[in-house]
């Protein structure tokens, strides 16, 4: 049965691969947006043929403005929208705030509309950090915001979606909400407004890192990231109410990235690094080089998320990590951006 979805952040990375498969669903999507002029030429350039099946809302996260209007007459929300910079900010409410206050304003005004089902775009950044000493975790664990090196994204993640189920489960019982949390989101990209994780990956192949640190991340297509919303939407909503749903096929170190794509892309992977980056290295730039303020908590940590639960509800299976990461080097070269 077709539905009418609203997508926050239509013109993110997630947020427009969700868009698509809505649209080849059948579905009618409405979407929102910071700037109705500047970004729906380029939606309707991607999706020329959607008509009136897709509607672009001006709406911010931290303004009431246009809300109204873009979750009226529909049966679904996925909140994807949410501040995710490549550097560390100066303060970290400059993420908590807008990321939990957008969460909480989206809830509101999809509750008013009528909406029946609502799917967060969480993170595994709201499930893996702040534990010492865990390097395995699934659907049940927190971060806990107060544990030690646990950056403004991943507090600001966490606080969002623990807001928003609270608000939901006290206000709108009626309403299904779940979360989708996905770790490193990677895959084929349709411009050159990249993702913070598909930087990593052209940083990588264009020899703007030099030297690996010695970090891991955990790998998802954003195919299947956009696949979960979906089903979760499409899903019996007594099946995914309250539900969490990571989605990661697999953990790797950044060598062990580097090793697929010389062996899946060799002909792109030319300037990729061998030489791992000591990690005294990491701790000297860290309190003069923003990027390396992350890095500087991952080294050496496993954080291994277990996305049986998602498989389990949902019914899904995952593009696998090595094939994920050779779709996103083949598309930035057909894009031009390495």
């Given at each position: 049965m077709a539905k009418t979805v609203l997508v926050t952040g239509g013109t993110g990375y997630i947020g427009g691969e969700l868009i698509d498969q809505l649209l080849a669903g059948g579905?009618?999507?409405?979407?929102?947006?910071?700037?109705?002029?500047?970004?729906?030429?380029?939606?309707?350039?991607?999706?020329?043929?959607?008509?009136?099946?897709?509607?672009?809302?001006?709406?911010?996260?931290?303004?009431?403005?246009?809300?109204?209007?873009?979750?009226?007459?529909?049966?679904?929300?996925?909140?994807?929208?949410?501040?995710?910079?490549?550097?560390v900010p100066d303060h970290e409410d400059e993420l908590i705030v807008p990321a939990r206050d957008g969460a909480l304003r989206a809830l509101r005004f999809a509750h008013e509309a009528g909406v029946t089902t609502f799917v967060l775009t969480s993170s595994a950044a709201a499930i893996?950090?702040?534990?010492?000493?865990?390097?395995?975790f699934d659907h049940t664990d927190w971060t806990n915001v107060n544990g030690d090196?646990?950056?403004?994204?991943?507090?600001?993640?966490?606080?969002?979606?623990l807001e928003a189920r609270d608000w939901a489960e006290k206000n709108a019982p009626d309403m299904a909400f779940c979360s989708?949390?996905?770790?490193?989101?990677?895959?084929?990209?349709?411009?050159?407004?990249?993702?913070?994780?598909?930087?990593?990956?052209?940083?990588?192949?264009?020899?703007?890192?030099?030297?690996?640190?010695?970090?891991?991340?955990?790998?998802?297509?954003?195919?299947?990231?956009?696949?979960?919303?979906?089903?979760?939407?499409?899903?019996?909503?007594?099946?995914?109410?309250?539900?969490?749903?990571?989605?990661?096929?697999?953990?790797?170190?950044?060598?062990?990235?580097?090793?697929?794509?010389r062996e899946r892309v060799p002909d792109l992977a030319r300037k990729v690094a061998k030489r791992k980056m000591p990690n005294?290295?990491?701790?000297?730039?860290?309190?003069?080089?923003?990027?390396?303020?992350?890095?500087?908590?991952?080294?050496?940590?496993?954080?291994?998320?277990?996305?049986?639960n998602t498989k389990d509800v949902l019914g899904m299976d995952f593009i696998p990590a090595a094939q994920c990461l050779e779709d996103t080097a083949r598309s930035l070269k057909k894009h031009g951006l390495i």
């Open positions: 579905h009618t999507v409405h979407t929102t947006v910071r700037d109705s002029a500047r970004s729906e030429p380029r939606l309707r350039n991607r999706w020329p043929d959607a008509g009136d099946r897709l509607y672009v809302f001006q709406a911010d996260l931290e303004n009431d403005a246009g809300w109204g209007h873009a979750t009226a007459g529909c049966d679904a929300v996925a909140h994807v929208a949410s501040p995710f910079p490549v550097e893996a950090y702040g534990q010492k000493g865990q390097t395995n090196n646990v950056p403004p994204y991943h507090k600001s993640k966490t606080i969002a979606e989708v949390n996905p770790v490193a989101v990677f895959g084929p990209v349709e411009n050159d407004d990249l993702s913070t994780s598909i930087l990593i990956i052209k940083m990588m192949m264009n020899g703007s890192i030099p030297l690996m640190p010695d970090m891991g991340i955990g790998v998802i297509d954003v195919r299947d990231v956009a696949r979960a919303h979906v089903l979760a939407i499409m899903a019996d909503p007594d099946t995914i109410r309250g539900g969490r749903f990571p989605v990661q096929d697999e953990f790797l170190w950044m060598r062990e990235i580097g090793d697929i794509l005294f290295m990491v701790k000297t730039l860290a309190p003069v080089v923003k990027e390396m303020k992350q890095i500087r908590g991952e080294l050496g940590r496993v954080r291994d998320v277990d996305s049986s």
